[in-house]
């Protein structure tokens, strides 16, 4: 599924927990080859050389979401059922990434596009840490050059974000600052404390 810079970006703003990276998910690493399947309707695109192969199209270190019963096969119909304009969380989990998810039981919260988190002793200030590699559906690095532009450009301006989400404020209703550390690294500093449990 490719999904836009938009998308990703207003999903971003929905969680500073929001972001797209490859063009194809892949099937979970074999134990056996320590190599990912292909998606049968990009091999034309792959073999013509539009597309690289997936080794080249994953982060350093992609996320492999443990199988409960058998790893799925490509292609298919997706059905799905909505309760209504009101809905949009159903819609959300369909063409949004985070940077962080709810584990699979609910439990905790766990690194998904982001490779962690680190918080300041005093939870002011989160650290976090993304997949080195990880790529938009174009082919572009996602990196916190992406994450900033969100910030500066999507959050900071009034014309799109004319409301500050709570998430984001500090108590005072300035927003939190982002920062870039490097490439691969953006803290967000707030007046109050945030913990994730």
Do not use: H
Not at 34 to 41: D, F, L, Q, R, S
């Amino acid at each position: 599924m490719r999904r836009s810079r938009r998308g990703v970006l207003t999903a971003i703003a929905a969680a500073l927990t929001a972001v797209c990276f490859i063009t194809a998910q892949p099937a979970p690493a074999s134990a056996q080859s320590g190599k990912y399947k292909e998606p049968p309707a990009l091999a034309e695109q792959i073999k013509s050389g539009r597309l690289p192969p997936v080794e080249k199209r994953l982060p350093e270190q992609p996320l492999v979401v443990p199988v409960v019963d058998k790893i799925g096969e490509y292609g298919g119909v997706w059905r799905r059922a909505f309760l209504g304009p009101a809905d949009a969380n159903n819609y959300v989990r369909v063409v949004y990434d985070a940077l962080f998810r709810f584990s699979p039981d609910g439990a905790k919260i766990e690194p998904k596009i982001a490779a962690g988190a680190e918080p300041s002793s005093d939870f002011k200030t989160w650290t976090i840490l993304l997949r080195k590699g990880a790529r938009w559906s174009d082919g572009m690095p996602f990196t916190a050059d992406d994450i900033l532009f969100w910030y500066k450009d999507v959050l900071l301006n009034k014309d799109l974000t004319p409301a500050l989400p709570g998430w984001i404020r500090n108590a005072d209703g300035s927003p939190a600052k982002v920062e870039k550390v490097d490439d691969y690294t953006v803290a967000l500093a707030t007046t109050n404390p945030r913990r994730c449990s």
